[in-house]
C-alpha cells in the first residue's frame, strides 16, 4: 500500500511562508489524487487543499484559497503545499492524504485511503 511521509513543519510567525512536502512510496509517480488536511487540538479534521495526479487540477478550502498552493513534482513523487501569509489560526497538525480514486478530487477526509503521519506547524502572532 502506499507509503506517505510529511516534512516541512515547524515554527513561524504570522505573516510569515512555510513550505509542507509528502512524499511518496515508490519511484514512478502514483495516479492518486493528493490531499491535505489539518487538524487543531479539539477540533475536527478540516480539508485544506487536493489535487489530482493526473492532470494538476486543484481544490482549496475557502479558508486558504489565495495563501496556499498545492504543487506535486512527478519525478520525486512528491506533493508539497506552499503556505503564504500565515495566520495563528493556521496552527495545526498537518496530513498529507492519497485517495485511490484518482479521477475524483475530493474534500472530505473519509474519502481518503493513506495517511502520513502529521507535521506540526505552529504560527505565533
Known amino acids: 500500500q502506499e507509503q506517505l511521509l510529511e516534512s516541512g513543519g515547524g515554527l513561524v510567525q504570522a505573516g510569515g511562508s512555510l513550505r509542507l512536502s509528502c512524499a511518496a512510496s515508490?519511484?514512478?509517480?502514483?495516479?492518486?489524487?493528493m490531499g491535505w488536511f489539518r487538524q487543531a487540538p479539539g477540533s475536527e479534521r478540516e480539508f485544506v487543499a487536493a489535487i489530482k495526479w493526473i492532470g494538476g487540477n486543484t481544490a482549496y478550502a475557502d479558508s486558504v484559497k489565495g495563501r496556499f498552493t498545492i504543487s506535486r513534482e512527478n519525478a520525486k513523487n512528491t506533493v508539497y503545499l506552499q503556505m503564504n501569509s500565515l495566520k495563528s489560526e493556521d496552527t495545526a497538525v498537518y496530513y498529507c492524504a492519497a485517495d485511490r480514486s484518482w479521477a475524483l478530487l475530493r474534500t472530505t477526509a473519509d474519502a481518503y485511503n493513506y495517511w502520513g503521519q502529521g507535521t506540526q506547524v505552529t504560527v505565533s502572532s
Open positions: 515508490g519511484r514512478t509517480s502514483n495516479r492518486y489524487t
